[in-house]
Nanobody, 118 residues
Framework: QVQVVESGGGLVQAGGSLRLSCAAS????????MGWFRQAPGKEREFVAD???????SYADSVKGRFTISRDNAKNTVYLQMNSLKPEDTAVYYC????????????WGQGTQVTVSS
């Protein structure tokens, strides 16, 4: 059974930083596209960032220049470094995995809460 587990969320002041981690038991991890999404209260889940199998990454405009996604295939882990956090970044952050770029994400974690205070 595939497991996707996020960690690293918490409470931080505006302007601060957090690093989220996501460990996924998909095999082989290096073949999977990995993404981060978030859902704020009362809003729909939205794309944050993703990273491909050859480390090509993409970002939502709202986080570009502040967030960085990376992966460590040896550890089956993807990271989201979040800098210059804003109160509007407050959300539950989800990690997801998919084998094919042109298909929906197949596996999702339970999410980790990020709260940014003003």
């Amino acid at each position: 059974q595939v497991q996707v587990v996020e960690s690293g969320g918490g409470l931080v002041q505006a302007g601060g930083s957090l690093r989220l981690s996501c460990a996924a038991s998909v095999r082989p991890f290096s073949n999977y596209y990995m993404g981060w999404f978030r859902q704020a209260p009362g809003k729909e889940r939205e794309f944050v960032a993703d990273i491909g199998t050859v480390y090509v990454d993409s970002y939502a405009d709202s986080v570009k220049g502040r967030f960085t996604i990376s992966r460590d295939n040896a550890k089956n882990t993807v990271y989201l470094q979040m800098n210059s956090l804003k109160p509007e970044d407050t959300a539950v952050y989800y990690c997801a995995a998919r084998l094919y770029y042109n298909r929906d994400y197949e596996y999702w974690g339970q999410g980790t809460q990020v709260t940014v205070s003003s």
